[in-house]
């Protein structure tokens, strides 16, 4: 018997089965399966096959951009770089080494307390960060301990700050029911703070926004104590770390905070890791600015707050190993180090380093040889802050964003801003003036004229609130651009004031005060983008407006360090109520339950925040401790008398004057 002749396209008859009786049985179904695949001819069977394996591998090249797209973690990992407008450091390790086995792309978020298993919330979004959406569904549950409102509709956050100088605080993002963060004049949160009087003496008030900036401090060293330590930075979502220099940098950062906040048991453990565990002896390139002002000033502040000459030891190692970087043609430092080989280079496209970078350095080698009496670091930085004092291709006292190591010249000149690449140079000016005493009248001088140069091409007012912000000169167009790193110029200016400075710095700080708080109380989540536009023109609608690539928060300090210098200079209360505001909004967008806190990718989506999973050293090292500075009423604790800031938040103490003969 031949087999019937095999016809060359697929058909599909639906025949009786089983005598007509419906019969399902999965044998059944098996075996007319079976039946038809056999009945089809090669040609349609390889047809099948093909088109088969065609969907499995479009399934696999797909699966992982559709993943991150649901995932919402934009990448943009440019962090210290184009975005925040800084240079690119170099990563010398190349992939950040995973202390734990790869998690799931989007783990499930923990368990609420007062949840089953079975009663997971089923929700797209960040993992482990609680949104809106948790909010809602916590209305009347254990993690709300506020009144509604929260910052989704602007102008519904704007009356209430307006009303009451505090937005109402409900407790979300990952909050745990442990201990309440909330603020006490909302006055009605129930189970996590019965004890507490509705009106609160200005003591208990103290008391009270005290313990909740160390119970943050305590929740971001919780993960990075867990999944991080010893290493340069937390990554609290994938719960693992990053590392940049591999120096502990976050560790260091964090010392004089620990110190300042109390944290006796925590600083007593890393001061432990330094003794026994950091090592400077290490084939790795560091970036000469950012590691003088992170881990020489942290190591210098420390040894001064504690008395303890093991830190100095440590300075004093990690500082000899950076002056390679001084060897230039122009004696420009270069901006990168091998602290191990003892070599220095710019970075592999150009020869030209940063100008902020090359003149914020000066506090701390300046220190450095105070203590040890070895001239050569204060030699080196007085070399450099003596050659920017001469330098052609300043505009009204204003600097150029760039510098060549080898001509000593500015270079890519035409650019003018108090943001990135430019800012803490004007700071340095005013710093330095003030830790020798006020003696040096060239730092004086020149940041006089800068502020100057500020008033006159930089400073325009907004539409239609009126806020004063300060913009950027570009080839001679003024462009309404401001970083979020200018708002280190409230701060500034207030504390030239109280060091005799004209009055009307303090009053161009309190507009600029103002105009920085705006940047956080505009956005949905309460916290500020890295960069905004202001709208000039009569007639717009808005004051702030924000590129999509710009909506991103890094954990940055400059406002809250403004705050902290306004309030103490002031003692207006609204400074501490605005601090107050903005470490809720930290708490309710970026802190992850499992520990740490995460810069964010979107500070207008309070539902999709997008977390970027990466707590920078900063955060502990300067945005709690102004945080925490800002609320003590204490003002011997670093008094501005009696220390200066580096800018990274070290307080180094302002040279006793000599006595005299
Ligand atoms: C810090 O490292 C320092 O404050 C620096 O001067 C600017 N950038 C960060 C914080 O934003």
């Known amino acids: 018997m031949h087999p019937p002749a095999r016809k060359d396209y697929v058909s599909v008859t639906f025949g009786e089965q089983s005598g007509g009786k ?26 099948a096959l093909f088109a088969l394996v065609l969907l499995l591998v479009f399934g696999m090249t797909s699966y992982p951009a559709v993943h991150q797209h649901f995932r919402g973690l934009v990448e943009v990992d440019e962090e210290r770089g184009a975005a925040a407008g800084l240079p690119h450091p170099p990563r010398v390790l190349q992939e950040p080494v995973k202390v734990q086995p790869e998690v799931p792309l989007r783990p499930e978020p923990p368990l609420l307390p007062s949840q089953s298993p079975m009663k997971r919330p089923q929700k797209r979004g960040p993992p482990v960060l609680l949104g809106r959406q948790e909010k809602r569904e916590n209305m009347s549950g254990p993690l709300l301990v506020g009144v509604g409102g929260g910052r989704g509709q602007e102008e519904k956050k704007n009356k209430e700050s307006n009303d009451k100088g505090v937005e109402p605080v409900i407790r979300g993002a990952g909050i745990e029911a442990d201990k309440p963060i909330d603020d006490p004049k909302a006055g009605n949160s129930k189970e996590s703070s019965p004890a507490l009087p509705i009106e609160k003496t200005p003591k208990e008030m103290e008391t009270f926004r005290l313990e909740g900036v160390r119970e943050s401090f305590r929740h971001a060293w919780r993960g990075y104590k867990e999944f991080a330590w010893g290493h340069d930075e937390l990554k609290p979502i994938t719960k693992t770390y990053a590392e940049w220099f591999g120096l502990g940098l976050t560790l260091i950062d964090a010392l004089d905070t620990m110190w300042i906040l109390g944290l006796k048991e925590e600083f007593a453990e890393a001061r432990e890791w330094v003794s026994t565990e950091l090592s400077f002896n290490k084939n790795v390139d560091v970036n000469l600015f950012e590691t003088t002002i992170r881990i020489l000033g942290g190591l210098l502040s420390t040894y001064h707050l504690s008395g303890d ?81 001469q330098l052609e291709g300043k505009q009204d006292g204003l600097v150029p964003m760039f510098i060549n190591t080898n001509s000593g010249q500015f270079t890519r000149q035409g650019i003018f801003t108090l943001g990135a690449r430019a800012d803490s140079y004007y700071e340095y000016l005013l710093k330095q003036w003030i830790q020798g005493g006020k003696k040096e009248h060239q730092f004086l001088e020149d940041y006089l004229q800068a502020i100057e140069g500020v008033k006159k091409n930089l400073l325009q007012k907004s539409s239609p609130s009126g806020l004063t912000f300060v913009g ?47 940047m956080y109380a505009q956005m949905e989540t309460g916290l500020s983008p890295e960069i905004v536009h202001f709208n000039t023109h009569q007639g717009s609608t808005r004051d702030v407006e924000v590129k999509p690539a710009d909506r991103h928060n890094l954990l940055r300090p400059e406002t809250v360090e403004s705050l902290f210098y306004l309030y103490r200079f002031t003692k207006d209360p609204k400074y501490r109520d605005w601090g107050w505001e903005i470490l809720q909004s930290f708490n309710k967008h970026t802190k992850v339950s499992t520990g740490g806190y995460t810069s964010i990718n979107n500070v207008r989506d309070p ?43 070290h307080p180094l103490p302002i040279w006793p004057s000599e006595p005299k003969e």
């Open 22 to 47: 419906y019969n399902n049985s999965k044998q059944l179904r098996r075996r007319s399966c079976w039946r038809k695949w056999k009945q089809l001819s090669r040609l349609q069977r390889s047809l």
């Open 309 to 389: 000459p093991m830190f100095l030891e440590k300075a004093t190692d990690i500082g000899s190993r950076l002056m390679p970087a001084f060897k230039t043609p122009s004696k420009i430092p270069y901006s990168d180090v091998n602290i191990g080989k003892g070599t220095a280079h710019p970075p592999r496209w150009t020869s030209d380093s940063t100008v902020a970078e090359v003149t914020t350095i000066q506090l701390e080698f300046r220190e450095l040889t105070r203590l040890t009496h070895d001239q050569q670091y204060q030699d080196a930085v007085g070399e450099v802050a003596r050659q920017v004092h």
């Open 472 to 518: 950027e000169l570009s080839h001679g167009q003024f462009s309404p651009k401001m970083d979020h790193l200018v708002c280190f110029l409230p701060g500034t200016l207030a504390l030239g004031a109280h060091h005799g400075l004209p009055d009307d710095h303090l009053e161009l700080a309190r507009l600029l005060m103002e105009t920085c708080y705006q």
């Open 607 to 649: 539902d999709f925040p997008l977390p970027r999973d990466k707590m920078e050293s900063f955060f502990l090292g300067e945005t709690l401790k102004y945080m925490y500075l800002l609320f003590s009423d204490d003002l011997d604790l670093i008094s501005l008398d009696r220390y200066v800031f580096n800018t990274e938040a």
